[in-house]
């Protein structure tokens, strides 16, 4: 067990609609990441929050969003689903947003239909 | 940019046999390197880092992994692999500003003979 929490463990929702992932860090940890693994792009790093504020973003998609909150757990937002979307979603979080161990949550499995 | 390759998509080790993993990766700076374990339907765990000093790198359940900055490599390494060790494997540098984006490579499936 990583520390990290990832809700819910299993998303099933038609296209065009949608979802929020939520994400609770490790208990001290200020930086959260997100990453998408799929079966034809593998694991891609979508956005990082550090301490409330946006760090860096990757292949992330416009119709996604993510932030973090003040008690620093963090939720991504998907909206016009599309079936391609479907995939495990990662969060992770580390100390601080730097060259730091990243701890992986066990992800959330979105079925897009 | 940075990339990260897993030239082996599947390997399969008789229980008991040394194992390993090959990657190799392309960055222009320093590279901050990491080996990932991910076994069925669970996230991913950290088997071992290299982020400088001693290119022989130790990390959990047995494993090691060789930074070779001349062949632009970081290989995993087991000498005897245990049934437990089936699962996929990631190799990942560490990039951006801070170091703070993981590129992942496209993993290596291990499958353990009894």
């Known amino acids: 067990d990583s520390g990290v929490t990832q809700t819910p463990k299993h998303l099933i929702t038609a296209t065009g609609q949608r979802v929020t992932l939520r994400c609770s860090p490790r208990?001290?940890?200020?930086?959260v990441y997100w990453y998408q693994q799929s079966l034809d792009q593998g694991l891609q790093f979508l956005i990082q929050?550090?301490?409330?504020?946006?760090?860096a973003k990757g292949n992330i998609l416009e119709r996604f969003s993510a932030q973090q909150f003040p008690d620093l757990h963090s939720e991504l937002n998907l909206s016009s689903l599309e079936l391609g979307d479907s995939a495990l979603y990662f969060c992770?979080?580390?100390?601080?947003?730097?060259?730091?161990?990243?701890?992986f949550g066990p992800g959330t499995r979105l079925t897009v239909l | 940019a940075q990339s990260v390759t897993q030239p082996d998509i599947h390997i399969t080790v008789s229980e008991g046999a040394s194992l390993e993993l090959r990657c190799n990766y392309s960055?222009?700076?320093?590279?901050?390197l990491f080996w990932y374990v991910q076994s069925p339907g669970q996230g991913l765990q950290l088997l071992l880092k290299?982020?400088?000093?001693?290119?022989l790198v130790q990390g959990i359940k047995g494993f090691e992994a060789e930074f070779k900055r001349s062949q632009s490599s970081f290989n995993l390494r087991k000498p005897s692999v245990h049934w437990s060790d089936a699962a996929e494997y990631f190799c990942?540098?560490?990039?951006?500003?801070?170091?703070?984006?993981?590129?992942f490579g496209g993993g290596t499936r291990v499958l353990v003979k009894p």
């Open positions: 992770a979080s580390s100390v601080t947003g730097g060259y730091n161990e990243q701890f």
């Open positions: 208990s001290g940890d200020l930086s």
């Open positions: 929050y550090y301490n409330g504020e946006e760090r």
């Open positions: 960055y222009g700076a320093t590279p901050y």
């Open positions: 290299y982020f400088s000093g001693d290119t």
């Open positions: 990942a540098v560490g990039a951006g500003a801070a170091g703070n984006k993981l590129t």
